[in-house]
Nanobody
């Protein structure tokens, strides 16, 4: 079964940028929609960005204009470029298929703080 490994998180000041990567152990070519999710302490997990194989993207309103999702099927990798980060972006970020979830990876912690 495909396993997901997220990386690229860290501590960043407000206004800073991070680029998250999600490497899959197998092909994601047949997975139409891949997404990035986040879960902040005490909150439910939310889907913040998604991308289809055709390149159609969708974002939750709170990240529109700041986050960009992309995918490289040849490398079985999904990316999330995060700019103009805010303290409210602090969360553990995971990637996964949008419709039928794969086993969740460990996620990567993003902390936005001065």
């Amino acid at each position: 079964q495909v396993q997901l490994v997220e990386s690229g998180g860290g501590l960043v000041q407000p206004g800073g940028s991070l680029r998250l990567s999600c490497a899959a152990s197998g092909s994601i070519f047949r997975i139409n929609a891949m997404g990035w999710y986040r879960q902040a302490p005490g909150k439910e997990r939310e889907l913040v960005a998604a991308i289809t194989n055709g390149g159609t993207t969708n974002y939750v309103d709170s990240v529109k204009g700041r986050f960009t999702i992309s995918r490289d099927n040849a490398k079985n990798t999904v990316y999330l470029q995060m700019n103009s980060l805010k303290p409210e972006d602090t969360a553990v970020y995971h990637c996964n298929a949008v419709r039928v979830h794969l086993p969740w990876g460990q996620g990567t912690q993003v902390t936005v703080s001065s």
